[in-house]
C-alpha cells in the first residue's frame, strides 16, 4: 500500500516490542498476570524476520485463501529457520525459539498478536491522520480485531485506552 510515512521492520519490530513489553506489564500487575516483559519485547523484536529475506506482504493478500496463506506460512518458515542457520552451531540454541515463530513459547504468541495488532492500528491511524484514505478499510478491519483482543485480554483495552493516543500526538503536543 502507498504510505505517506514510511515504515521498515525494525521500526515496526520496535514499536511492537515496546509494546508487547507494556502489555505484560499490565497484565501482570492489573490482571494477575505472569510473563515476563523483556522476553515479551525480545520475541518481538524477532517476529518479522522472515521479512529481511521474504518482504512483507499485505495482510488481504497473504490471508485471503487458505492455501495460499499455508504455502506463505510455510516460506515464512523457511526464511525463519535459514535466518537460524547462518548463526554459529554453539548459538543456533539461544535464536531458533525467539526467530522461528512454530518454535515461540505459546504463552507469549498473544501478546505478540496484540502488540503487532496495535502497531497496525496505529500505523492506520497516523496515516489517515496525512489524509491517506488508503488505510480506511485497513481501519475498519483492524478495529474488528481489537474488539476481539479487548475482550479477551482487558490489557490491550488498558493499553488502547491510556496510550494510543499519544503515540499518535506529535512533539509540540506531548511536550504541553
Same mark, same amino acid.
Not at 109 to 119: C, E
Not at 155 to 169: H, P, S
Given at each position: 500500500?502507498?504510505?505517506?510515512?514510511?515504515?521498515? &521492520?525494525?521500526?515496526?519490530?520496535?514499536?511492537?516490542?515496546?509494546?508487547?513489553?507494556?502489555?505484560?506489564? %499490565?497484565?501482570?500487575?492489573?490482571? +494477575? +498476570?505472569?510473563?515476563?516483559?523483556?522476553? /515479551?519485547?525480545?520475541?518481538?523484536?524477532?517476529?518479522? %524476520? *522472515?521479512? *529481511?529475506?521474504?518482504?512483507?506482504?499485505?495482510?488481504?493478500?497473504?490471508?485471503? @485463501?487458505?492455501?495460499?496463506?499455508?504455502?506463505?506460512?510455510?516460506?515464512?518458515?523457511?526464511?525463519?529457520?535459514?535466518?537460524? #542457520?547462518?548463526?554459529?552451531?554453539?548459538?543456533?540454541?539461544?535464536? !531458533?525459539? %525467539?526467530?522461528?515463530? @512454530? #518454535? &515461540? #513459547?505459546? /504463552?507469549?504468541?498473544?501478546?505478540?498478536?496484540?502488540?503487532?495488532? %496495535? !502497531?497496525?492500528?496505529?500505523? !492506520?491511524?497516523?496515516?489517515?491522520?496525512? +489524509?491517506?484514505?488508503?488505510?480506511?478499510? &485497513?481501519?475498519?478491519?483492524?478495529?474488528?480485531?481489537?474488539? !476481539?483482543?479487548?475482550?479477551?485480554?482487558?490489557?490491550?483495552? #488498558?493499553?488502547?485506552?491510556?496510550?494510543?493516543?499519544?503515540?499518535?500526538?506529535?512533539?509540540?503536543?506531548?511536550? *504541553?
Amino acid at each position: 500500500m502507498h504510505c505517506i510515512k514510511p515504515e521498515n &521492520v525494525a521500526e515496526h519490530s520496535h514499536q511492537v516490542a515496546v509494546i508487547a513489553h507494556l502489555l505484560c506489564v %499490565i497484565k501482570n500487575e492489573r490482571y +494477575g +498476570g505472569d510473563l515476563n516483559p523483556e522476553k /515479551a519485547a525480545t520475541l518481538a523484536i524477532f517476529h518479522e %524476520i *522472515s521479512e *529481511s529475506k521474504l518482504q512483507d506482504l499485505n495482510h488481504v493478500v497473504k490471508y485471503h @485463501n487458505k492455501d495460499f496463506t499455508k504455502q506463505y506460512k510455510s516460506l515464512e518458515h523457511l526464511a525463519e529457520q535459514e535466518c537460524v #542457520d547462518t548463526l554459529p552451531q554453539d548459538l543456533k540454541k539461544y535464536y !531458533s525459539n %525467539i526467530v522461528i515463530q @512454530n #518454535d &515461540v #513459547d505459546p /504463552a507469549y504468541r498473544p501478546v505478540l498478536k496484540a502488540a503487532d495488532t %496495535i !502497531s497496525a492500528y496505529l500505523k !492506520s491511524l497516523d496515516e489517515q491522520k496525512f +489524509g491517506n484514505v488508503e488505510f480506511d478499510y &485497513v481501519r475498519k478491519n483492524i478495529e474488528k480485531k481489537l474488539f !476481539s483482543l479487548k475482550r479477551d485480554y482487558p490489557e490491550v483495552d #488498558d493499553f488502547l485506552k491510556v496510550f494510543a493516543k499519544n503515540c499518535l500526538a506529535s512533539i509540540d503536543e506531548l511536550a *504541553s
